[in-house]
């Protein structure tokens, strides 16, 4: 298939999926979103992008499935634990001057982040006065988030990553084990919100004193970086703390004079205003 059919079949396919369910994908970075169709050309065993317009037309498994695909599912607790130390000494001391505290975690994926806030701001004594806001596009994702259930096997490295991050005692504390499953207690998810909202479609979460939202950016082109960032800006507060992956570079954005840098390694910014 030469690249001008390509890009005209990918074009159809993205269409007709916005015109199905809402869903634009027409920003995401090309390669990326690449890799995913050639996965499910794969599977339909064919060569045509357009061979799977009627099957996800016509078939909301394997769109959903599809859906599962394009977002971002890479997370654990504590995920890079020199990021959570440097919120627990230079984030957590500003958020502390504030009597109640709204977070807002955007592409949470199956949640472990969120739960490793919760965590933190309970240790910190600062989870009764807080409320985190977690949200993804993916339900199924969305699912594993609010039950709180993740798999025995990893909490090894999750201890080890809570462990590194400055944690004061140990995960077990915040979670109970049965079967082949950790649990994560209820303290922890009365404070947590998880919600579907798509940083492509969707509007502005308001007035959050920090906003997080880490490795996501990358898998967006420059022109749909641009867009969620202002967006992602414009849901906090004035002198609001917004964190963003180590990958994630805001110089050349349009919204980059929105921000000053905090952390310039671990990529947590300030509104100016």
């Known amino acids: 298939m030469t690249e001008t059919y390509q890009d005209l079949e990918l074009q159809l396919l993205l269409d007709a999926v916005k015109a199905r369910y809402g869903y634009d994908f027409a920003h995401y970075a090309r390669a990326s979103m690449m890799r995913r169709i050639r996965k499910h050309m794969s599977a339909a065993k064919t060569d045509k992008i357009s061979d799977l317009i009627p099957l996800f037309i016509h078939d909301e498994a394997v769109f959903a499935h599809f859906v599962k695909d394009m977002s971002v599912t890479v997370t654990e607790m ?112 009365e404070h947590i919100t998880f919600a579907n909202h798509n940083l492509v479609s969707d509007g502005v979460f308001g007035e959050m004193n920090l906003v997080l939202c880490r490795n996501v950016l990358i898998y967006f082109n420059n022109v749909l970086q641009n867009r969620v960032l202002k967006l992602l800006i414009d849901s906090l507060r004035s002198r609001g703390i917004l964190c963003l992956g180590r990958r994630e570079n805001i110089q050349f954005s349009e919204s980059s004079d929105l921000l000053e840098t905090v952390d310039r390694h671990q990529r947590i910014f300030r509104k100016k205003v």
């Open 78 to 189: 504590f995920r890079d634990p020199d990021f959570f130390q440097t919120l627990r000494k230079n984030i957590i001391p500003l958020l502390k001057t504030f009597p109640f505290i709204k977070i807002w975690h955007a592409g949470c994926a199956t949640g472990q982040e969120a739960y490793s806030m919760a965590i933190l701001l309970d240790e910190e004594n600062l989870l009764d006065r807080c409320q985190i806001y977690a949200t993804d596009f993916n339900e199924n994702s969305l699912k594993i988030a609010r039950s709180g259930i993740y798999p025995d096997a990893e909490l090894p490295l999750y201890e080890d990553n809570y462990s590194k991050s400055g944690g004061y005692t140990s995960l077990e504390n915040y979670c109970s084990r049965r079967y082949d499953s950790i649990k994560f207690n209820g303290r922890l998810s």
